[in-house]
């Protein structure tokens, strides 16, 4: 009985997991050399330990069949482009509201489309990411009374885009503001 229940709970784990990130990285040599430059690169910049590593190249769950796993690798040449995003989560965000869970982050042209994401989103670029609190405590009025006043003092010169959405989820970019 033990070994079904224990079965039945890893075939029931989140495709989004640590653990299925690990798999994913697994199944092809050429995404975890990856992945192991990108994590180099941000350990650089100084943002590597500002959300979960394996949440990074997490991808929207909110439409079945846009995607065949949770993770999604950007091009090379777009990850610079997280750097000034992952910087505001770390000087800014997560001193107000705590731990982050990335929901998702970077958006291919295919995966945009499949998930009525913005014609321009800044997720194609590897700009923006979306997050929820870990604290579960934080709801979304505690988001918009912290963020928001963060936002309108110091947006212009972070370039910061803020959206926060129906319950706790919410979007930051460094693309411009607002």
Known sequence: LLVLCAAMAASCAK????AAFERWLAADATRAESFARFEAK???EGVAGVVPTY?????DQLREGCTKAGFLAPPEEDWANIVATLRILRDEVVPAVGPLEVVSGYRDDDFNACVHGASRSAH???????????????TRERLMATLCPIHVRKGARLRMGLGIYDGRRFHVDATGYP
Do not use: K, T
């Open 55 to 59: 949440q990074r190249w997490r991808v």
């Open 42 to 44: 941000l350990q650089q």
């Open 15 to 18: 495709v989004d997991s640590r």
């Open 124 to 138: 194609m670029s590897f700009h923006a990411l979306d997050l929820v609190p870990v604290d579960r405590a934080v």
